[in-house]
């Protein structure tokens, strides 16, 4: 029966981008990727709102009167809780994805945020702070898996020719949940005190669409031929996602990824890091993942408004600056998106951190020459703007699809584990440290940042090899040299020897 199924096919190889990949693409996104930016920014709108709940509720429930300090360590928890979720989910992805697949687990998280959703809406009405903070807990949980799987099933869904559109698909939603956060908290829509646990709960409303349609489409084929066996299961999916193509180059390709897999099974976290076959490319997840939130991008999310402000912009109108910010967002996500096919991976990551290298560069000249020169103030919004965009342009996603693309599918599961929870430590790392690094160094903490945009780009131009167009399989050849095993362990037919390798072949083995 599989045979005949790919017997029907016309010839033409499966690589343009069909309305099935599209669909999944933005449904995986619109109900997963988009709340992690809601969330990231739906926060700061109703800050003082959250405060003045809790100093309500202290004094009512325990005849306290909390100082603003208290207030402020109260926030900053319910802010950075979502952080604490988001590692915990991170290291829950790779024993989901293996028992559940890649579709199947991202139907399964949806109630987290059922549950998340409804704590935070009927929070103020219960009077119970702890809601807020455990529903953020738990919504941080849910993003925390969502943001490795999205990008690792789009990842193995995609043919080779449209894995960087597809991949960077989640990045323009997370650009586009950042900016309906801020749309949606402005004062005229739901930015009034009596509004903020509605606002907090939207997130219900996209996880409701995703949950009613997503089950209809398929698995992963990779899942469910490399870790399930099911060929004709495999077939069937990659003919709904490719119905005219020729699928059987495709088939092929992940058969012989299968062979060279055939003596393991998924690996852990501590396997893929003492695995030397893989060194490398663990190395590489390691930096984008840690220079991406240490870029300086999170501090400039924290504090837009400060800055905004020290720049002379009224308090009235910061929040239709920000908002402005928000749209920049998503225009340069859409940028990223439709130029990574044509330009490559690799240029996106260097010209991304290059160009926010120097905008926090200039925001520290700006800061420090803007009391001699009056316009020096309207030039540090700029660089503001320019890091943000120059991190939706490719630093936002890339490094999620970097990814998939590093890793065959023994590997991935743990891969996306060690790469999301060092990217949420980071995050949480920034966004405790930055205060204090600000009151210490004062504007030259941004050099901080600078330099670490700089050093990424660096090592993205003398370690990373452009995976555009590459199968998995010739992405892990490419490695094979750096992880110095392609002269220790090839044999002398040009074969590797698979068993020392612990089954991570680099080359075909019948070809």
């Given at each position: 029966m599989a045979e005949e199924i790919l017997l029907e096919s016309d010839g033409k190889h499966g690589t343009h981008l069909t309305k099935s990949l599209l669909a999944v693409a933005f449904l995986a996104s619109f109900g997963s990727s988009m709340l992690y930016g809601f969330n990231l920014a739906v926060v700061n709108s109703p800050a003082q709102y959250i405060k003045n709940f809790y100093n309500e509720t202290l004094t009512e429930s325990y005849n306290l009167t909390p100082?603003?300090?208290?207030?402020?360590?109260?926030?900053?928890?319910?802010?950075?809780?979502?952080?604490i979720g988001g590692m915990t989910g991170a290291l829950l992805v790779g024993k989901l994805v293996?028992?559940?697949?890649?579709?199947?687990?991202?139907?399964?998280?949806?109630?987290?945020?059922?549950?998340?959703?409804?704590?935070?809406?009927?929070?103020?009405?219960?009077?119970?702070p702890a809601m807020v903070i455990l529903g953020r807990f738990i919504t941080g949980v849910h993003s925390g898996i969502c943001l490795s799987v999205v990008p690792m099933y789009l990842g193995e869904i995609a043919p080779k020719s449209l894995r960087g559109f597809l991949g960077l698909v989640p990045s323009i939603h997370?650009?586009?949940?950042?900016?309906?956060?801020?749309?949606?908290?402005?004062?005229?829509?739901?930015?009034?005190?009596?509004?903020?646990?509605?606002?907090?709960?939207?997130?219900?409303?996209?996880?409701?669409?995703?949950?009613?349609?997503?089950?209809?489409?398929?698995?992963?084929?990779?899942?469910?031929?490399?870790?399930?066996?099911?060929?004709?299961?495999?077939?069937?999916?990659?003919?709904?996602?490719?119905?005219?193509?020729?699928?059987?180059?495709?088939?092929?390709?992940?058969?012989?990824?299968?062979?060279?897999?055939?003596?393991?099974?998924?690996?852990?976290v501590w396997g893929l890091l003492r695995d030397r076959c893989v060194r490398w490319q663990v190395i590489t997840i390691m930096v984008l993942n840690i220079g991406m939130q240490l870029s300086g991008i999170d501090a400039i999310w924290f504090y837009t408004n400060d800055i905004?402000?020290?720049?002379?912009?009224?308090?009235?109108?910061?929040?239709?600056?920000?908002?402005?910010?928000?749209?920049?967002?998503?225009?340069?996500?859409?940028?990223?998106?439709?130029?990574?096919?044509?330009?490559?991976?690799?240029?996106?990551?260097?010209?991304?951190?290059?160009?926010?290298?120097?905008?926090?560069?200039?925001?520290?000249?700006?800061?420090?020459?803007?009391?001699?020169?009056?316009?020096?103030?309207?030039?540090s919004v700029g660089c503001v703007v320019g890091i943000i965009a120059g991190f939706c342009i490719g630093p936002a996603g890339v490094p999620f699809l970097i990814t998939a693309e590093l890793f065959k599918q023994s590997h991935r599961p743990a891969a996306y584990t060690v790469a999301g929870v060092l990217n949420w430590m980071s995050n949480f790392t920034i966004g405790f440290v930055f205060p204090f690094l600000e009151m210490t160094m004062g504007p030259y903490c941004y050099l901080i940042f600078c330099t670490i945009c700089l050093g990424v780009a660096l090592y993205t131009i003398f370690v990373i090899p452009e995976t555009k167009n590459k199968t998995f399989m010739e992405i892990s050849q490419m490695f094979a040299a750096k992880n110095n095993i392609l002269e220790e362990e090839l044999t002398s037919n040009g074969h590797l020897k698979m068993a020392e390798m612990n089954g991570y072949g680099t080359l075909g083995l019948h070809r």
């Open positions: 100082d603003e300090r208290l207030l402020t360590i109260l926030y900053s928890v319910t802010v950075s809780i979502f952080a293996t028992k559940f697949g890649r579709k199947g687990t991202l139907v399964r998280a949806t109630v987290l945020v059922f549950v998340g959703g409804a704590l935070m809406g009927f929070s103020r009405s219960c009077r119970m997370i650009c586009l949940g950042v900016f309906i956060a801020q749309v949606l908290g402005l004062h005229e829509l739901l930015g009034k005190e009596e509004h903020w646990p509605l606002l907090l709960s939207l997130i219900v409303f996209p996880t409701m669409i995703q949950l009613m349609l997503l089950p209809w489409f398929p698995e992963s084929p990779r899942y469910l031929l490399i870790e399930k066996g099911n060929i004709h299961a495999t077939i069937e999916a990659l003919k709904w996602y490719r119905p005219k193509g020729n699928i059987q180059a495709e088939v092929d390709e992940m058969q012989e990824e299968q062979r060279s897999l055939s003596s393991i099974h998924t690996i852990s905004f402000r020290d720049a002379g912009i009224p308090d009235l109108n910061i929040q239709y600056t920000t908002v402005g910010t928000g749209a920049i967002e998503v225009l340069s996500g859409m940028l990223g998106c439709f130029t990574i096919e044509r330009v490559g991976r690799r240029p996106l990551i260097i010209g991304g951190f290059l160009f926010m290298g120097i905008c926090c560069a200039g925001i520290t000249l700006s800061v420090l020459f803007q009391a001699q020169v009056a316009f020096m103030r309207y030039i």
